[in-house]
């Protein structure tokens, strides 16, 4: 069954510091999303994307944080400037169609650590 | 507001038994999943039930919604040990960009 990948599984970066992380979405997905889950506490909705753009975003979702899809495969996100608070599990999900039948497919994420 | 609260936020049976676990939830909704996540890993889509439908199986699963009560239940029969997870219910509210909004979660442990 066809899988979202995200690379790395653990990245460790320090305080200040740029980082990228990275998702293949499923193939033929058109409809793509970052959450991202800090320890013990909820899973929350950072951004979504469809067609090249940002559909939506969050108030945690500020100047320090961007998207793109660079290739038609691969779906980024990039911290510019990190922050302790950003450490967290960061998931990439994507979604077939935009109608109330289709669930978003969710990777394994990316354990982020700021030091 | 808080969407999607799940309770109870643990729960532990034996083998075999039933396990259900509740969701409540504030706005009106497209639909509403459930995910389980096993320790340290990703979200696994279990089920998706739409708003205009009250009850759905999926193997030993069975999830009822009710959207005059904005509560949802998801049912495992004949637990496993291997159903030992965090299940958490995720709801699509209407009109929105689908950004689901993820309640804090049952942590359900089934003891061989």
């Known amino acids: ?115 | 507001s808080q969407q999607g609260e799940e309770d109870p936020q643990a729960l532990s049976i034996q083998e075999g038994e039933n396990a259900t676990m509740n969701c409540s939830y504030k706005t009106s909704i497209n639909n509403l999943q459930w995910y389980r996540q096993n320790s340290g890993r990703g979200l696994v889509h279990l089920i998706l039930i739409r708003s205009n439908e009250r009850e759905k199986h999926s193997g030993r699963l069975r999830v009822t919604l009710d959207t005059s009560k904005k509560s949802s239940s998801l049912l495992i029969t004949a637990s496993r040990a291997a159903d030992t997870a965090s299940y958490f219910c995720a709801t699509d509210p209407s009109g929105s960009a689908r950004q689901l909004t993820f309640g804090s979660g049952t942590q359900l442990t089934v003891l061989p």
């Open chain 1, 1 to 115: 069954e066809p899988e979202v990948t995200q690379t790395p599984s653990h990245q460790v970066t320090q305080m200040g510091q740029e980082v990228i992380l990275r998702c293949v979405p499923i193939s033929n997905h058109l409809y793509f999303y970052w959450y991202r889950q800090i320890l013990g506490q909820k899973v929350e909705f950072l951004v979504s994307f469809y067609n090249n753009e940002i559909s939506e975003k969050s108030e945690i979702f500020d100047d320090q944080f961007s998207v793109e899809r660079p290739d038609g495969s691969n779906f980024t996100l990039k911290i510019r400037s990190t922050k302790l608070e950003d450490s967290a599990m960061y998931f990439c999900a994507s979604m077939l169609e935009f109608n109330s039948n289709q669930p978003q497919h969710f990777g394994d994420g990316t354990r982020l650590s700021i030091l």
